[in-house]
């Protein structure tokens, strides 16, 4: 069974980049089928999907974040990255890593997710 | 691209049953058979409930049932149980091969 581990710093400072590793155990991210995706969650809100990576090394992200989004992957760890850079107080959330099903679409394992805080 | 549209809370009392609701557009849930649902306990990460409309994964309570009309795609949850009071939300794959979730429901067992 898949397991995902999200790491990374808890607090990061406005217009400051934001980075996250997701580790993926129990399964390789080299395998096909699957994209390996970030998705955050504001406190008390909703779900956002901020993009996804490839095994190909493919990428696509959120309309409203690309500019300030790059996932890339470390297929030799076993893990793939978040950064999201210039951070202003509405980028604070718990980030979730998750793996995404190419078809049919779906999120079918999450890691437990990890807390980031933008403040100065 | 904007969140689908779910209603902010819905309620039923054990042993009913409740249908949640997820409208799009004819770009997103429409536009293909690609809608998922998750549910979310507090402090807890989402879990995939359906899949593909009306998929039901490996160990998931056959009282969740999916459907799609349309732009609205719908969960139903049978026979309420305490257990199943939790965020829902649903999700699709979009024209722009993106993915938008909905703005999520509270589900309360009276």
């Known amino acids: 069974q898949v397991q995902l581990q999200e790491s990374g710093p808890g607090l990061v400072k406005p217009s400051q980049t934001l980075s996250l590793t997701c580790t993926v155990s129990?399964?390789?991210?080299?395998?096909?089928?699957?994209?390996w995706t970030w998705i955050r969650q504001p406190a008390g809100k909703g779900l956002e999907w901020i993009g996804h990576?490839?095994?190909?090394?493919?990428?696509n992200f959120n309309p409203s974040l690309k500019s300030r989004v790059i996932i890339s992957q470390d297929t030799s760890k076993n893990q793939f990255s978040l950064r999201l850079i210039s951070v202003t107080a509405a980028d604070t959330a718990v980030y979730y890593c998750a793996r995404g099903v190419v078809i049919p679409p779906a999120f079918d394992s999450w890691g437990q997710g990890s807390l980031v805080a933008v403040s100065s | 691209q904007s969140a689908l549209t779910q209603p902010a809370s819905v309620s039923g009392s054990p042993g009913q049953s409740i249908t949640i609701s997820c409208t799009g557009t004819s770009s997103d849930v429409g536009g293909f058979d690609y809608v998922s649902w998750y549910q979310q306990h507090p402090g807890k990460a989402p879990k995939l409930i359906i899949s593909?409309?009306?998929k039901r994964p490996s160990g998931v309570s056959d009282r969740f049932s999916g459907s799609k009309s349309g732009n609205t795609a719908s969960l139903t949850i049978s026979g309420l149980q305490a257990e199943d009071e939790a965020d829902y939300y649903c999700?699709?794959?979009?024209?722009?091969?993106?993915?938008?979730f909905g703005t999520g429901t509270k589900v309360t067992v009276l």
């Open positions: 990576i490839y095994t190909s090394g493919r990428t």
């Open positions: 593909a409309v009306s």
């Open positions: 129990g399964g390789s991210i080299s395998s096909g089928s699957y994209y």
């Open positions: 999700n699709s794959f979009t024209s722009s091969s993106t993915y938008v």
